[in-house]
């Protein structure tokens, strides 16, 4: 069960460990594929540089080019470190009030189904000072995570993130802004909207003061202390993935063959999820989902230990005389329990090292369980081919 190792969590006892290094390269593509990547992607910078507002669209997953690049911006203290280190690093939250003020640019490459790095900048940080390369900043951005303490004032945080737009936007205005309301937890339902309605109003009329319509900025309300800052970069994360559609046609596909109430792709040690079917997501599904990961996290943690060779070779001589792998059925991991209330099983089925499935059933399920194995499996094998198309041969 290679995947459910990477997604070890950290513990009290061992605070250092993140699971082993995640490796492999996450885009792939033939050496003609990327030079005309390239030809288009330098095409496309001349016609911005000359008339901003016209440029093409970067090419599909364009973010593939580099690394794409999620920025985390925002006042001192608004929450920016605690959210990297929540969702990429299992920091569990109450241990980021021992957290210290960023004094310089944090650059965290994260290996995974895909390759992208998070940049947490202080909160001091002016970076329209003449002094720094806009270009090396947004030029490969994938996203610009403005993040904005909800439980503090919060005028000046806009007025920063408004300058900031208007200063990037004639250059770079394919830049996808999105806007962590953060620190909701503790707030009532009545008051997080209210205070979304006044910051989108706020935003939204001073750039449209500035001519500036229809900047594409979207809005989150998170919280590290609950599901909501892992479903706000899930989203953020899924703009990023060039064959999303695809990953969501086969999740589609899998939900009406088997009357599945909603199918998750997770990534397991983020456990953000990267694509899902299209019916609505709702937030108790995905907490249930992301919950049972750690559940079997935990559960291969205990039994899928390392064998030592003598152990292995027992298992492997008489009587069977045959070798592990071909003694077990499945060599990836598989799960399905019966959840007590509403007696809908739930399912997870490993897809690579880094990924995993996981779908809420719909009740009585278990008696057609052969037909859902053989769909999951076509499944499986549909999303490996879909990475498999779009990874980089390694030579
Ligand atoms: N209640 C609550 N507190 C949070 C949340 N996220 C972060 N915090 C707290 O906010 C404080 C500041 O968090 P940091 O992550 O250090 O803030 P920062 O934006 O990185 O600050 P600088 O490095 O100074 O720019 C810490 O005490 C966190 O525990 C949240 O979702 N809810």
């Not at 001192?76 to 605690?82: C, T």
Request: net charge negative.
């Amino acid at each position: 069960m290679p995947v459910l190792h990477t997604g070890r969590r950290r513990s009290n006892q061992n605070r250092s460990y993140n699971g082993p290094a995640r490796q492999g390269p996450v885009r792939h593509l033939s050496v003609a594929q990327l030079n005309l990547e390239r030809v288009y992607e330098q095409n496309r910078l001349n016609v911005q540089k000359r008339d901003g507002a016209n440029a093409p669209e970067p090419a599909p997953g364009t973010a593939a080019k580099g690394k794409p690049r999620l920025l985390l911006m925002g006042q001192r203290r608004s929450g920016k470190s605690s959210i990297s280190s929540v969702v990429f690093h299992k920091m569990p939250p109450n241990e980021t009030l021992f957290l210290e003020s960023t004094a310089r640019i944090q650059k965290d490459a994260m290996h995974s189904f895909m390759d992208f790095q998070v940049w947490d900048f202080p909160g001091q940080l002016n970076f329209m000072d003449p002094s720094f390369d806009l270009d090396a900043i947004f030029g490969e951005i994938g996203a610009l995570i403005w993040v904005i303490d909800a439980q503090d004032e919060y005028h000046e945080a806009i007025n920063r993130l408004n300058s900031t737009i208007l200063n990037i936007y004639p250059n770079y205005p394919n830049v996808n802004v999105e806007v962590f309301i953060h620190k909701v937890d503790g707030l009532s339902d009545d008051y997080k909207l209210d205070i979304q309605r006044d910051i989108m109003q706020r935003i939204q009329d001073e750039l449209s003061d500035h001519g500036v319509e229809n900047a594409p900025i979207n809005f989150h309300l998170t919280s590290i202390y609950n599901h909501s800052i892992f479903e706000a970069f899930s989203k953020v994360i899924q703009k990023l993935i060039p064959h999303l559609p695809t990953l969501e046609a086969l999740l589609n596909d899998l939900c009406r063959a088997c009357r599945f109430e909603k199918a998750y792709l997770f990534d397991v040690l983020s456990k953000i999820y990267i694509a899902t079917d299209s019916s609505p997501v709702d937030m108790p599904s995905y907490e249930i989902c992301s919950d049972y990961i750690d559940v079997i996290v935990d559960v291969s943690e205990i039994y899928a230990w390392p064998r030592p060779p003598e152990y292995i070779q027992l298992l492997e001589g008489p009587p069977w005389n045959k070798k592990l792998e071909d003694q077990t059925a499945c060599n990836d991991a598989e799960s399905c329990i019966v959840l007590t209330d509403g007696k809908r099983p739930i399912m997870l089925r490993e897809v690579n090292k880094y990924l995993a499935l996981v779908a809420i059933m719909c009740e009585g399920s278990y008696e057609k369980m052969p037909s859902v194995t053989m769909n999951v499996e076509s499944t499986v094998k549909g999303l490996t081919e879909v990475f498999n198309i779009t990874r980089q041969r390694r030579e």
